[in-house]
């Protein structure tokens, strides 16, 4: 694994910022100056709606795990939705830090910071304000260790991730997961106000999960990471090298997901599930690094296909976590 430094803030993006600053990228008009509709969706944006479903999906079965079968369904709904404000809230942080890089790159040219319909202060107080409001409603509704856990989620990716990791290391993402797989203790804190072993072991499986998940899609897009100075792995690695970093990350999340049935959190149909599951994406990995041994580039070395099936797995896995207690 490899570890390079790169400048905090990339050179030539100092127009960009002056532009994003006076909210006239891709616009003539100030954001309070555009249809209210479309501003409302771009305040969503700001959120990262299509990940936080991601967060979700990993939140509510440990709910169900946590509690051997169905929890209370308004608790279930308090942490859906202060899971989203936080998750919301470390987004729009994000958006407001990287808007600089944001604007020179092709796949978030058209974020609102970038656009124009949010301004970077209105940014920056709607994420500060999410970030207060979800922890306030996690703690008074739900109980204080989930809202301290959900506070710790958004603080380490906002400032160690976004802050600190991702233009400095191709480690970024791997180290800057951590972030992502907080959900998981926040789902089984809310039921038990407690945490044990079950939990961790799918805090694991999500940190092993992430960096094969993301760098496929690190690959398709290296050439806008390259132009930013954000030193991803596939940026200063070939793709024999990622690949088999991706096929090492996968073999341990695979093992790590297989834990919990001999420590008694899970049965029969959970453990046929991540092994098939499991045993794909494995299949998956290996064909990618196969192609990349090749030498296969562009469209036909299809490192997008395990992207894919990365969402899928995880999906399934943790599916198969909510229904396991109802067949035990």
Same mark, same amino acid.
């Given at each position: 694994m490899c570890v390079t430094a790169v400048e905090? +803030?990339?050179g030539g993006t100092s127009q960009a910022l002056k532009a994003l600053g006076e909210g006239?990228? $891709?616009? !003539?008009? !100030?954001p309070a100056r555009r249809p209210f509709g479309a501003r409302v969706m771009?305040?969503? *944006?700001?959120?990262?709606?299509?990940?936080?479903? @991601?967060l979700l999906i990993t939140t509510v079965p440990v709910m169900f795990l946590a509690q051997q079968g169905v929890p209370d369904l308004g608790l279930v709904l308090l942490t859906c939705v202060g899971g989203y404000l936080s998750a919301g809230g470390a987004n729009a942080l994000n958006m407001? &830090?990287? +808007?600089? &890089?944001?604007? @020179?790159?092709?796949?978030?040219?058209? +974020?609102?910071?970038?656009?124009?319909?949010?301004?970077?202060?209105?940014?920056?107080?709607? $994420?500060?304000a999410l970030a207060v409001v979800s922890t306030l409603m996690f703690g008074l509704a739900v109980n204080w260790l989930s809202a301290w856990l959900s506070l710790g989620a958004l603080l380490f990716y906002v400032v160690v991730y976004t802050m600190l990791l991702k233009r400095r290391t191709s480690q970024n993402i791997v180290w800057g997961g951590i972030a992502g797989c907080m959900p998981v203790l926040i789902g089984w804190s809310a039921v038990t106000n407690s945490l044990s072993w079950a939990p961790v072991i799918l805090f694991l499986v999500i940190f092993f999960w992430t960096p094969p998940h993301y760098?496929?899609? !690190?690959?398709?897009?290296?050439?806008d990471? *390259? +132009?930013?100075g954000v030193p991803m792995l596939p940026v200063i690695a070939s793709n024999k090298v990622v690949a088999k970093q991706i096929v090492l990350y996968s073999w341990v999340m695979v093992a790590v997901s297989l834990l919990l049935t001999p420590l008694g959190y899970t049965g029969w149909f959970y453990t046929a599930v991540a092994l098939a599951a499991g045993g794909w994406w494995l299949w998956e990995a290996h064909a990618l690094l196969n192609?990349?041994?090749?030498?296969?580039?562009?469209?036909?070395?299809?490192?997008?296909?395990l992207f894919h099936w990365s969402i899928t797995?995880? !999906?399934?896995?943790?599916? *198969?976590?909510?229904?396991d207690p109802f067949l035990r």
């Open positions: 905090s +803030r990339p006239v990228l $891709g616009t !003539s008009q !100030s771009a305040f969503v *944006a700001l959120t990262k709606p299509r990940i936080i479903e @991601l407001y &830090i990287d +808007r600089d &890089i944001d604007a @020179l790159m092709d796949r978030t040219s058209q +974020r609102p910071l970038v656009t124009g319909m949010v301004g970077p202060r209105e940014c920056l107080a709607f $994420g500060i760098w496929p899609l !690190s690959m398709k897009v290296k050439d990471y *390259a +132009r930013v192609r990349a041994k090749a030498e296969v580039t562009g469209g036909k070395l299809k490192e997008m296909r797995y995880v !999906s399934l896995l943790f599916v *198969a976590i909510a229904v």
